[in-house]
């Protein structure tokens, strides 16, 4: 056994001279990472030895442990490695595949993909998609790109989906949500949405009276299934897959409350309204998050949360609400759910730690230099970014109380002008580096230890 498992060894040190795969990176290969969770983690590595390989180490189910990450910023602040500084209008956080970030931007009238060396922060290709979206709340594409093996897919502001090589940005197929399909999205803020990849399937949301969600065959764009007894108009969230049961599903928020549809047919399984303010929600933004057959959704505009169960009923899912309340309701910026409690900015309450299963509020915090944003998990550390500024702020994801571990500001603010001059896209790590956009400036930061 000791001379398999030593014959393992050799051939996975092997590996990244044969084919120039990193092992030691941790791959963001789409929206909020591996599990559209919002955390960084990776289960690449799936034996307890691995340690020797990836010099950080796994837990019992091959999560790589990120020891080796900087989340004391008052003792260390992460350096600047490089800015680009042509990323273009926009709010499409990075995708990244061992050392090339992909993203989108828009500029002189057009919106483009790009991709970039994270080593040196140079431009590997640009490619030009269309006609630049034009929203008072900020030009250009708003979701990041999803990373499939050698393609790459997105959706711009209008409702455009696109397929592309990943080698070099050449467009492989295109759809358009609302040309080709009737699509419809809630309110005038462009399509938001970053594509699902499962399996055969692109996973997306047109929103309308034909259909709210639809599957795409990945290598070839033609449709394979739309939900056509689910007819919402669609919002600015990205779907997830789940199993529940064994039956298959994609979870989804639009205009009216959120839902699943079978994986295999599109077919609706269950559907929960919101129901806290007796109107539909005025904005459909942070993505859903499932653990353990128990879906969490929460909006703006004092919506509140939800927390529902779901089981299997004969050949269907029966969703249970087990609670709804106002102790979160997050406009965006999203929420994270780590170790049983669910973490994110509260419009009426400012920082919440809240009880995942019961819906109950452990705390919240409300502190001027540390605003409304988005929330990326690390370990067990949180790091805050404030919309307002874009300064970013390490605490402890505790139920025991807000704990500051150092705050970082944004080396410089982009030129771009909007109403709200916000910096609204999301923070990302991979391999030991932080990625901060705002528009056109695209930052990496050195976050080792």
Same mark, same amino acid.
């Given at each position: ?131 630049? +979206? @034009? #929203?008072?709340?900020?030009? *250009?594409?708003? &979701?990041?790109?999803?990373? =499939? /093996?050698?393609? %790459? ?96 599903? +994609? @979870? #989804?928020?639009?205009?009216? *409350?959120?839902? &699943?549809?079978?994986?295999? =047919? /599109?077919?609706? %399984? ?106 990326? &998990? ?72």
């Amino acid at each position: 056994m000791k001379n398999k498992i030593r014959l393992l060894f050799i051939i996975l040190i092997m590996i990244p001279e044969m084919t120039g795969i990193n092992l030691n990176a941790q791959d963001w290969l789409q929206w909020q990472g591996p599990d559209r969770e919002g955390i960084l983690k990776t289960r690449q590595f799936l034996f307890t030895d691995s340690a020797a390989l990836s010099g950080q180490g796994t837990d019992s189910e091959g999560v790589l442990n990120t020891t080796g990450i900087n989340l004391d910023w008052s003792e260390k602040k992460p350096a600047l490695l490089w800015t680009f500084k042509q990323a273009g209008a926009g709010y499409s956080a990075p995708t990244i595949v061992g050392t090339t970030l992909y993203s989108q931007g828009a500029a002189d009238g057009n919106d483009f993909a790009f991709a970039l060396d994270t080593k040196t922060g140079n431009l590997k290709w640009k490619q030009i998609l269309g006609k630049e +979206y @034009i #929203q008072d709340r900020g030009n *250009g594409p708003r &979701g990041s790109v999803t990373i =499939d /093996g050698n393609k %790459l897919y997105l959706i711009r502001g209008a409702g455009q989906l696109h397929c592309l090589s990943a080698d070099d940005g050449k467009m492989l197929w295109q759809k358009d949500f609302v040309e080709d399909f009737n699509g419809k999205i809630m309110s005038g803020w462009g399509y938001s949405e970053s594509p699902l990849i499962d399996g055969n399937l692109v996973i997306c949301t047109p929103g309308g009276s034909e259909g709210t969600m639809m599957a795409f065959d990945k290598n070839t764009g033609e449709a394979v299934w739309r939900s056509k007894d689910w007819t919402d108009a669609c919002g600015y969230s990205s779907p997830i897959v789940v199993e529940v049961d064994g039956i298959r599903q +994609y @979870i #989804q928020q639009a205009n009216k *409350g959120v839902a &699943g549809v079978s994986a295999k =047919d /599109g077919k609706l %399984l269950w559907k929960t309204d919101y129901t806290i303010t007796g109107r539909a929600p005025a904005a459909v933004i942070p993505t859903p998050i499932f653990k353990d057959n128990m879906v969490y959704v929460t909006n703006g505009y004092n919506c509140g949360c939800m927390g529902i169960r779901l089981s299997k009923a004969g050949d269907g899912i029966q969703a249970t609400t087990i609670y709804t309340n106002r102790d979160i309701s997050n406009q965006h910026g999203g929420v994270v759910l780590m170790d049983g409690h669910i973490y994110g900015y509260s419009d009426p309450s400012g920082w919440v730690c809240q009880n995942f299963i019961t819906g109950e509020s452990v705390w919240n915090q409300r502190i001027r230099e540390v605003g409304k944003g988005a929330a990326l &998990g690390v370990n067990d550390r949180l790091i805050l970014l404030d919309e307002r500024t874009g300064l970013m702020t390490v605490i402890a994801a505790s139920p025991e109380g807000w704990k500051e571990f150092g705050r970082m500001e944004i080396p410089e603010r982009s030129s771009v002008e909007t109403m709200d001059n916000m910096v609204w896209t999301h923070l990302v790590i991979a391999d030991n580096k932080l990625y901060l956009r705002d528009h056109d400036l695209l930052f990496c930061f050195d976050i080792k230890k």
